[in-house]
């Protein structure tokens, strides 16, 4: 940054260093700290030149017999960021004058530099806690693909911004119809690098401190995204919307009440195994998985209030779908112990799938079979399975 033009007129001022001035300007956003003014001081406003338009004026000035001067301060204070403001010419030819020193005092000029600073510190925060990581997810369902418009990434994620001009993706694609028994464990692993690809090994996921992820895939692969991901960052997850054909969310504010119903077997059987079933975007065949894992098999249920492919339409309705799905697993956690594993059946949105794999935890709970729902002839079949190294 270049010496302010007064800097240079004035003889007998000491130079102020340029770290100091530099972190004044940095604290200033380089508009003049004058209250009321805001001007922008390094480019013209009526021709745009790019230049130094600022003044560093002194509260308590750096000579005793200047504005505000006094006996001691004027000296000690004479390059104290604490004590400079920067402003425009005009506001800067004001604090500097002998005249008017009664009408601005130095408590009146320091509360005029904490505001403006305060505000500044402020709205940059906010911007900052309001980027977000974009990741794509896409993979081919019963072999149809997808593609996403990146100004409808935009439009969802408002009033969040991307972190980078391009998203992170993990694009699948190209694996057409590889949703077999053999299929599985090859696009798990394609998963598992592209993701190590973006989040180094996790190395680097401190940095990730909100992702957004734009899903469009099988469940199994969902879950396992989820699973991956896990609960260490703040996820928002969206989907597209039928009603609309977009990626936004609609407001939350049409949505209240009880959305989901939770229930369970009479009885935990320990001999059993154990199901978790969610029935959102339609109702789960009980009969169907009753018939893979025997008739006794403990059930658990969250089931939609109306379950249907528009039923999860607000951000509301997948975070209390979120919560019930945690408070499901502590209980299962106490019941079930840690020993037996568990089979997740899900007919649900793509945000719940990837919700429902980021809610285990490696250490606390069983491996976490999850199946794919291939048509109701089909029914559900099993693809592949998640913290399958749990228990050792
Ligand atoms: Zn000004």
């Known amino acids: 940054m270049a010496t302010a033009p007064e800097e240079k007129k004035k003889a007998g001022r000491v130079a102020i260093p340029q770290k100091v001035q530099n972190q004044l300007w940095a604290r200033a956003a380089g508009r003049c700290e004058f209250r009321g003014c805001n001007k922008i001081l390094f480019t013209d406003d009526l021709t745009k030149l790019k230049d130094n338009l600022s003044v560093i ?3 308590i000035a750096y000579e005793k017999d200047g504005p505000r001067g006094h006996e ?5 204070l004479k390059i104290d960021i604490t004590n400079l403001m920067l402003t425009c010419k005009d ?13 601005y005092s130095v408590e009146l000029l320091r509360e005029y530099k904490k505001e403006h600073e305060d505000r500044i510190k402020l709205l940059t925060g906010v911007l900052e806690d309001f980027k977000t ?21 935009f439009q969802a994620l408002h009033p969040r911004y991307p972190s980078a001009e391009y998203p ?20 798990c692993q394609t998963i598992d690098e592209k993701f190590k690809d973006i989040f180094k090994n996790g190395a680097n996921r401190k940095d990730f401190h909100h992702i957004s992820i734009f899903a469009l895939a099988p469940i199994p692969l969902l879950v396992y995204l989820g699973s991956l991901i896990g609960d260490i960052s703040n996820v928002d997850l969206y989907q597209t919307h039928r009603s609309t054909d977009k990626w936004t969310w609609k407001d939350d504010s049409e949505d209240d009440g009880d959305f989901y119903q939770i229930s369970g077997p009479e009885k935990h059987n320990a001999a059993e195994m154990t199901a978790i079933v969610i029935s959102i975007s339609g109702d789960a065949d009980k009969d169907n998985i009753r018939g893979i894992l025997g008739g006794d098999c403990n059930l658990y249920e969250i089931r939609a209030a109306k379950p249907g492919l528009d039923f999860l ?24 112990g840690h020993s037996t594993e568990i089979h997740l059946f899900c007919a649900a949105p793509a945000p719940v799938s990837v919700e429902c794999g980021r ?31 749990a228990n050792g």
């Open 72 to 76: 001691t301060l004027s000296d000690q």
């Open 313 to 336: 339409s607000s951000k509301a309705k997948l975070k209390a779908l979120s919560l019930a799905y945690r408070e499901l697993l502590k209980d299962i956690r106490c019941i079930n």
């Open 91 to 103: 506001h800067g030819k004001i604090i500097d004058s002998k005249e008017y020193e009664e009408k």
């Open 168 to 187: 992170y993706s993990i694009d699948l694609t190209d694996f057409c119809k590889v949703e077999t028994k053999e299929g599985w464990p090859f696009l």
């Open 133 to 153: 990581h974009v990741l794509l997810f896409f993979a081919p369902i019963g072999g149809r693909t997808f593609n996403i418009d990146q100004n409808q990434i």
């Open 359 to 389: 809610a285990f935890l490696p250490k606390c709970d069983p491996p976490i079979k999850v199946y794919d729902f291939i048509g109701k002839d089909g029914g559900f079949v099993y693809a592949l399975t998640i913290n399958e190294h």
């Open 57 to 59: 004026s002194h509260i």
